[in-house]
């Protein structure tokens, strides 16, 4: 997968090239046109849309009253069980609203306990504290679900979550309309550098690594995140994580999950070392999606390549030099820049030249197929940069709340996305930032839902 440090890698070796939004006009290099030019929201909103709005493109009222319902219902089964709990009272659809913003505020001020707001410590903040009191918050999180109990035909581990991940990529399919450039990758969802910088080593050795890995089809001329496939690490049988382990088919499997909407469509589809294979590639372009991917003898299945092309020559070639071997519209190709990068495409026709710009030794030349990888890379890696700071910070140790914690997070940056290309954001141009701290304002009640004010 094209994690941040194969991205970064590419950052370096590649150096700049054109943009995504340049190079989709000559991408059609084998008369490829999608099957829908037009790229975007698909719903217009009003310039004085608020963050809320946004937000509820993607998790809206009735999402938000089933959570009341089923934090309800787990509550009162929980206290038949384990005995009653006098300090509770059923939550409200406003109390829920004010539970999420509350969590969300981690992903702005970056605190590891969403309980700082009533510390009175440096994470502080007297205007949220006064909304609700921590008891009633701490009484909210205790109980809180999206979905209370095991059906007798449930054997997915994350059944807890799974409906709210199947409502949230509807949403995301609904609402926007994505590039034909498009990107498979493992967005940056680690911890927070600043407290990794600051902990001791036995908080680092008290925290539990996840128990998930979190893959995404991100569109790469705008960010948004298309599609999210969330795999458990401990899941049996067959096509369990633990079975596929360090195994090609696992990577492959992710990839299909992920492009099972994508067929017909012609979309070019960018991969890193783990993803890209011939075989892949070869059952894509079947379906009518194209791919480009970086190849790597050690991660990838170089199953059907040509050795010739996957050994090292003993005397390196000048920088910008390449070799290409064809198998109908497949193209392998071997470029050399201060090492040998190989790529596997048939999205790119080998004749269409570009180049890669360093700042110090000007332009290399090399195939355009080079060019538009490096291109859309670098372009996730900068999203990376932009947007993975603002993941929520709260770290439950329930493995269904860390994948709802983590998508809440991903509709936010996505809820961003699209107010920027809004009427909206002409009217108050909000930060990302400023763009939470509005929405955690509002589900609490402390804003004018206007963005004019």
Known sequence: MPDSRTGALMQSVLGNSAGPEQLLSIALGRDMQPSNSFTGPTRKMPPSASAVDFFQLFVPDNVLKNMVVQTNMYAKKFQERFGSDGAWVEVTLTEMKAFLGYMISTSISHCESVLSIWSGGFYSNRSLALVMSQARFEKILKYFHVVAFRSSQTTHGLYKVQPFLDSLQNSFDSAFRPSQTQVLHEPLIDEDPVFIATCTERELRKRK?????????????????????????????????????NKPQLHSMVARSLCRNAAGKNYIIFTGPSITSLTLFEEFEKQGIYCCGLLSVRKSDCTGLPLSMLTNPATPPARGQYQIKMKGNMSLICWYNKGHFRFLTNAYSPV????????????IPCPLAVEAFAAHLSYICRYDDKYSKYFISHK?????????????????????????????YHVKRYSRAQFGERLVRELLGLEDASPTH
């Not at 979190?214 to 096509?239: A, M, N």
């Not at 269409?352 to 332009?363: A, C, D, F, L, T």
Request: proline share 3%; with cysteine; charged share 20%.
């Open 209 to 245: 690594k996840r128990k998930f890995s979190l893959w995404v089809r991100q569109c790469s001329s705008t960010g948004f995140i298309i599609q999210i496939y969330v795999h458990l690490k401990e899941g049996g049988g067959p096509d369990g994580l633990d079975a596929l382990k």
């Open 352 to 363: 269409q030249q570009g180049v890669i710009i360093k700042r110090k030794s000007g332009e």
């Open 396 to 424: 439950p140790n329930k493995t269904w709340q860390q994948v709802f914690w983590f998508a809440i997070s991903i509709a936010i940056n996505n809820a961003y996305i699209l107010y920027k290309m809004s009427d909206a």
